[in-house]
């Protein structure tokens, strides 16, 4: 006999335990239920159906008390709760009719209604529940609705239910009369889809997208925020146009780096916290960064048919700083002094002593990834994960080759990072820096079979070169040429202004610097040739910037 099966007289019974941790919710201690049947074939298939619903109800049931009780409820979740209460009721009456009433049984009905009806009548007309609120809170809670005792809405719930009890007796009225009164099927829960928890979890784990640690943090940091104002067992269907913005005010007053100066701390109570400890707040750029990731874990929940809309669409706050302007390109005196530091004339070492004069001059990735950024553009993680392997000659002319391929050669953790599609390119040598010996340098890399040209330079927890980026802050202090709005990526902007001065035509700007296209018409045809783009790549000048002091030092 399969489990939970069992005959009583002629019928098949679904009988199940209920579980320890939920057996305080129910009078008995396991559930029967006639299966309808009397033949076993058909019996064992009904078993299995019930014991998935079952098992699936214990669950749910176990969900709904790890949550906060409710302090309101939709009308249609109010109806829902009355009808079910009512199908119950007028199910467990005729289950025992089905069993076929003993004369005793009937009387013993006969006797309680009469005693029992002309009182919830008049407790009904007075709305007086304290008679029935401890039959009425064992039920809700069995049934996995945990309401708040002190809100309004938990007296309207049993107020309701008080309503249907007399309606059902009044039935019961009719089938004691010999009158046929079916009993109305069990009201299907609304699908109200996922929850916010359950939408956040789907988006993070979708094997669609590739995210690495950093970008997750991004993520949570806002997806926590709404989690703290909405509640995570919130629909994420209902989930509103205010709550996301409730979001963004939050994150106007979010102290920056909120996680590290106050750790396992709600980020309501950082709000708190920072605006206490006067800590400066997210600036506007960071801010709708964040908001684009909510509106994308939205996006995301309307293309997969979870949710119908997107309430964070659009959401932004003005950044008087236009994108373009966050940072500028080098000043024309700011290149000079960079490069007749130390750290290009000579040093004590490239470490601690790279801003201290000395005889040393050592060529590795403190020396190069500037001067490869200025003559390529290239983004800081671009230039310091290059591989040996990267620097190659096609059709006699030397390039870099920029992509996230990963050649057999190479372990998985040397996988490298390019930020866009269009930032899969090649590039040709610039031939100032052959001239400085960085093919030399390639090539004592290739005889020592390094994997990377630069691996003294180690990646974060998160895959990013955060270490190197905050060293070249202090070599620009260092070097007097630091401002708000000079950085690594002013090389970028410099480079892409010197292709300007040389009159570059805009599909070979593209190519050189990595940048999306702005048509169609980019995405066809077999790419630019190497000896036409070293053509432009060799117009790449800076005027004011010589750096013949290290043409005669050769890669060591």
């Not at 079916?182 to 669609?208: F, H, M, N, Q, V």
Request: charged share 30%; net charge positive.
């Amino acid at each position: 006999m399969p489990e939970r099966l069992l005959k009583r007289e002629a019928t098949y019974y679904f009988r199940a335990k209920y579980p320890a941790d939920l057996q305080h919710l129910f009078k008995a201690g396991d559930r029967w239920k006639s299966l309808g049947t009397k033949e076993l074939a058909d019996a064992k298939l009904k078993v299995r159906v019930e014991s998935v619903r079952f098992d699936a109800e214990m669950a749910e049931l176990r969900k709904r008390l790890s949550e906060p009780p409710k302090a309101s409820l939709t009308r249609s979740e109010i109806d829902g709760i009355a009808a079910a209460y009512f199908h119950e009721l007028m199910a467990e009456d005729e289950e025992h009719r089905s069993q076929q009433l003993s004369d005793r049984e009937f009387e013993a009905k006969e006797q309680s209604f009469d005693i029992v009806s002309p009182e919830a009548r008049k407790n009904a007309a007075r709305g007086n529940v304290e008679p029935f609120r401890d039959e009425f809170d064992d039920w809700l809670v069995s049934n996995g609705h945990k309401l708040d005792h002190q809100a309004p809405v938990y007296r309207e719930v049993l107020n309701r239910m008080l309503r249907e009890f007399v309606r059902h007796l009044d039935a019961v009225a009719q089938r004691q009369a010999g009158d046929p009164v079916d009993t109305p099927p069990a009201p299907t829960p609304a699908d109200t889809g996922p929850t916010l928890r359950e939408l956040i979890k789907a988006y993070l784990s979708d094997p669609a997208a590739s995210r690495n640690s950093k970008t997750l943090m991004t993520y949570t940091i806002v997806f926590d925020a709404l989690a703290e104002i909405v509640g995570e067992s919130k629909p994420a269907r209902d989930i509103t146009r205010a709550d996301c913005e409730r979001v963004r005010d939050v994150l106007q007053m979010l102290p920056s780096n909120a996680r590290k100066k106050y750790p396992d701390t709600p980020l309501l109570m950082a709000v708190e916290l920072g605006a206490k400890d006067g800590a400066p707040v997210l600036g506007p750029g960071t801010v709708n960064n964040y908001l684009n990731n909510l509106a994308a874990l939205f996006n995301w929940g309307q293309e997969t048919w979870r949710i119908e809309r997107n309430p964070a669409k659009g959401l932004s706050v003005h950044d008087p700083v236009p994108a373009g302007k966050k940072r500028d390109s080098f000043p024309a005196d700011a290149l000079p002094k960079l490069f007749q530091s130390p750290l290009y004339t000579g040093c004590k070492d490239d470490e601690s002593g790279y801003a201290k004069p000395g005889p040393n001059r050592p060529r590795r990735g403190r020396f190069w990834v500037p001067l490869l950024s200025l003559f390529h553009g290239l983004r800081l993680s671009e230039a310091c994960q290059l591989h040996v392997a990267d620097v190659q000659v096609i059709e006699g002319v030397s390039v870099l080759l920029l992509s996230d391929e990963l050649p057999t050669d190479m372990d998985t953790a040397d996988r490298k990072r390019i930020k866009t599609a269009a930032g899969r390119r090649y590039v040709p040598l610039h031939l100032e820096l052959k001239r400085i010996g960085f093919l030399e340098f390639v090539e004592d890399a290739r005889k020592a079979k390094r994997t990377r040209l630069f691996p003294e330079i180690a990646k974060d927890a998160h895959g990013y070169y955060s270490q190197f980026s905050k060293w070249f802050a202090r070599f620009l202090d260092k070097a007097g040429v630091k401002t708000t709005k000079i950085t690594f990526h002013s090389f970028r902007h410099s480079y892409r202004d010197a292709l300007r001065r040389a009159k570059t035509p805009r599909d070979v700007v593209q190519a050189l610097g990595g940048w999306a296209s702005q048509g169609t018409d980019d995405d066809y045809g077999s790419g630019l040739e190497p000896p036409y783009l070293a053509e432009y790549v060799g117009k790449v000048e800076f005027a004011d910037l010589s750096l013949r002091h290290l043409h005669a030092e050769k890669s060591k």
